[in-house]
T-cell receptor
Framework: SAVISQKPSRDICQRGTSLTIQCQVD?????MFWYRQQPGQSLTLIAT?????????ESGFVIDKFPISRPNLTFSTLTVSNLSPEDSSIYLC????????????FGEGSRLTVL | KNEVEQSPQNLTAQEGEFITINCSYS?????LHWLQQHPGGGIVSLFM???GKKKHGRLIATINIQEKHSSLHITASHPRDSAVYIC???????????FGEGTQLTVNP
């Protein structure tokens, strides 16, 4: 079992600024993921955070807009850059022990509102 | 890509009722996940199952691998069960998951 602490839980930001979200897992995990959930929608995978190397981004998401760090097996950050109102969403960190299988763990989510 | 269909999209029940949420997928899988998303946005993993049935308190999850179908049941539903329930299955390759659209459950006292 793993517990994920994600912060901030919510924030209100001005257009053009950036927000960095932190994700801390209480045990070492193989896989860490970042998701976006727009209002009324299901989860969309932004990227897989790779320990010690560049994240693997999904189609439609780029490193310049969503830089991700994962310096070790328990911690990752997601930055949402050059914010616009369209970035208003819930951002969720997730972890899994195995590469393709294993129990899923999620953070509490970070609710971002961009004015 | 594994296609996932969840039903119903919305469900309103009276306290004490028996609830069933369904999930069908298109490609054989190793395991299926049932998740619960609270109104604040946080997600809790309820079950991971690859065959048969699992029970945790008032929650029961079943899966039929041959039929590519899973159900989540809630017995003696309670207003605190009000949440979005999501099923998720692995994609055919890689480490990604495909998520169902979710079922918004509201249990009225």
């Amino acid at each position: 079992s793993a517990v994920i602490s994600q912060k901030p839980s919510r924030d209100i930001c001005q257009r053009g600024t950036s927000l960095t979200i932190q994700c801390q897992v209480d045990s070492q995990v193989t896989m860490m993921f970042w998701y976006r959930q727009q209002p009324g929608q299901s989860l969309t995978l932004i990227a897989t955070a790779n320990q010690g190397s560049e994240a693997t981004y999904e189609s439609g998401f780029v490193i310049d807009k969503f830089p991700i760090s994962r310096p070790n097996l328990t911690f990752s950050t997601l930055t949402v850059s050059n914010l616009s109102p369209e970035d208003s969403s819930i951002y969720l960190c997730s972890a899994r022990q195995g590469a393709r299988s294993g129990e899923l763990f999620f953070g509490e989510g970070s609710r971002l509102t961009v004015l | 890509k594994n296609e996932v269909e969840q039903s119903p999209q919305n469900l309103t029940a009276q306290e004490g009722e028996f609830i069933t949420i369904n999930c069908s997928y298109s490609v054989g899988i190793s395991a299926l996940h049932w998740l619960q998303q609270h109104p604040g946005g946080g997600i809790v993993s309820l079950f991971m199952l690859s065959s048969g049935k699992k029970k945790h308190g008032r929650l029961i999850a079943t899966i039929n691998i041959q039929e590519k179908h899973s159900s989540l049941h809630i017995t003696a539903s309670h207003p605190r069960d009000s949440a979005v329930y999501i099923c998720a299955v692995p994609e055919t390759s890689g480490s990604r998951l495909t998520f169902g659209e979710g079922t918004q459950l509201t249990v009225n006292p």
